[in-house]
């Protein structure tokens, strides 16, 4: 995976975890933005809004 995509160990790593137990990653690094895995913390922030109506 870090090859292929080109992320750092560090990235890749949290990127695995995210996917491999279900969760998102929330993150402002715009190279793991990309993925689906992953949401910024302004997303985060829209849904906890959204489900807190």
Same mark, same amino acid.
């Given at each position: 995976? !870090?090859?292929? @995509?080109?992320?750092?160990?560090?990235?890749? +790593?949290y990127l695995i975890a995210?996917?491999?137990?279900?969760?998102? !990653?929330?993150? @402002?690094?715009?190279?793991l933005l990309r993925f +689906?895995?992953?949401?910024?913390?302004?997303?985060?922030?829209?849904? !906890?809004?959204?489900?807190?109506?």
């Amino acid at each position: 995976m !870090l090859a292929r @995509e080109n992320l750092t160990f560090y990235d890749a +790593s949290y990127l695995i975890a995210a996917k491999k137990y279900g969760i998102k !990653l929330v993150t @402002e690094d715009r190279d793991l933005l990309r993925f +689906s895995e992953c949401m910024s913390v302004e997303d985060l922030i829209r849904e !906890l809004k959204k489900a807190g109506d």
